[in-house]
């Protein structure tokens, strides 16, 4: 997907690998240190919910293929949830993205981008907000994953995050592989059917897309057809968060 899409948005991550490049012109070791200090600057720009998201999801899922820990420990099980206390399920099972391998590298991507791209773009200076966007849409995909019998639900908020930018960007100018243009509204829907054709199941996309659908619904349309809005921040999370307002 990486080499995929294209976007015209401005709020693209940006990795400057410009000095890299020239830096290895003098030598290995000059350039692999300044690669080294080109990512780290890169982690570190991130805002903190993207990089805490960023962080959980790379380590869950390198330590599960080391073997250091297992994927039978982080998997969404309602019964063991429920029956062995194992609470930890809620979490875990959103930070594990398969095996490492492109796959992973391109779900790594989509989760930085689009999580970067609304925590500094609609949700700038609302961290709060953000957090708990992410916590309503985990809640609506745990509850759809014990009907569905999803085990892993990393996907479906990253789906649910496209989702919810996509609707929110809709001037945003899009391409895939060259050969036609789209609107970012229409981003989802292309995801969707690549991964139909390149074989997945559609079912782990479809409800991340519910999810954002609703989401933005009661967050974006609601309110400017009422008058007033359903959803609303807990004033913990605002008492949390408020020190991580972007300037």
Excluded at 215 to 244: C, K, Q, S, V, W
Aim: proline letters at 3%.
């Amino acid at each position: 997907f990486v080499f995929l899409l294209h976007s015209s948005s401005s709020h693209a991550p940006r990795f400057g690998l410009g000095s890299s490049a020239v830096a290895c012109a003098f030598g290995e070791r000059a350039c692999v240190k300044m690669v080294a200090q080109t990512i780290e600057e890169w982690y570190k720009e991130m805002p903190v919910v993207t990089r805490t998201y960023l962080t959980l999801a790379f380590l869950t899922t390198v330590l599960c293929s080391l073997e250091i820990i297992s994927p039978f420990t982080v998997y969404f099980n309602f019964n063991l949830i429920t029956q062995k206390l194992e609470v930890w399920r809620i979490a875990s099972n959103f930070f594990f993205f398969g095996n490492l391998g492109l796959d992973f590298l391109f779900h790594m991507f989509f989760l930085t981008r689009y999580c970067r791209l609304l925590e500094e773009g609609s949700f700038r200076g609302r961290t709060a907000d953000f957090v708990f966007m992410l916590l309503f849409g985990s809640s609506l995909l745990l509850l759809c994953a014990v009907f569905a019998h999803i085990q892993f639900l990393g996907q479906s908020l990253t789906f649910m995050m496209v989702y919810v930018w996509a609707r929110r960007n809709q001037q945003v100018n899009m391409s895939f592989l060259g050969l036609f243009n789209f609107t970012a509204p229409y981003l989802p829907w292309v995801l969707l059917i690549f991964s139909i054709v390149l074989g997945s199941s559609p079912v782990v996309d479809l409800i991340g897309m519910a999810a954002g659908h609703l989401y933005y619904f009661l967050e974006d349309i609601y309110p400017a057809m009422r008058g007033h809005r359903l959803l609303r921040t807990p004033r913990i999370l605002n008492a949390i968060f408020d020190d991580y307002h972007i300037d």
